[in-house]
């Protein structure tokens, strides 16, 4: 059989949303139902999914696990639908190495082959950086979200692009709005 909810957990508030979703979640593995499951919430699909379908104006953009859409989203409708991160500019140094204007280099795998100079738009989400207090690289601190275990420090460059930046709340310190991070 197959079983199909559409939105079940829309209008139901946060602390009974995770606990009716834990038990459903146990539930289906239990019975072993296939299930569809159509949300609006990336969290819930990526919860409960191994599989995910980002679908956007009647069409399929993209369908792989929650871990490679959150990671390497397919285009940027699918960046800008999961609202995880900001796109900035930077070029290609070279093989695995990026340079942008103001964070410096930048390394990591490349799922493509670029030449080196080629301008590129880089997905940067807010577990992608590292807060150091010795860097010398300072922001200006323009927004603060408090997530309990963490907090998303929203940081403006002097080419007024705002990277979100995840600090765990057990920092040393809070960072306060127009301070240099």
Request: glycine share 4%; net charge positive.
């Amino acid at each position: 059989g197959l079983l199909l909810l559409d939105e079940p957990f829309s209008n139901i508030d946060p602390i009974l949303r995770e606990e009716l979703q834990f038990k459903l979640k146990q539930i289906l593995i239990k019975a072993k139902i296939a299930t569809i499951i159509v949300t609006h919430d990336p969290n819930e699909a990526f919860y409960f999914a191994k599989k995910c379908g980002i679908i956007l104006g009647e069409n399929l953009k993209q369908f792989d696990t929650p871990y490679n859409i959150h990671h390497y989203p397919n285009s940027i409708e699918v960046i800008e639908f999961l609202k995880k991160g900001v796109l900035i500019e930077v070029v290609v140094k070279k093989k695995n190495e990026l340079i942008h204007s103001e964070l410096g280099v930048i390394k990591g795998k490349f799922i493509k082959k670029y030449n080196r100079g080629e301008k590129l738009k880089l997905l940067i989400q807010p577990e992608d950086i590292k807060h150091d207090d010795n860097s010398n690289l300072k922001l200006s601190v323009m927004d603060t979200k408090f997530r309990g275990t963490n907090f998303i420090y929203s940081l403006k460059t002097k080419k007024n692009e705002i990277i979100h930046v995840l600090v765990d709340s057990h920092h040393i310190h809070q960072h306060q709005i127009k301070e240099k991070f």
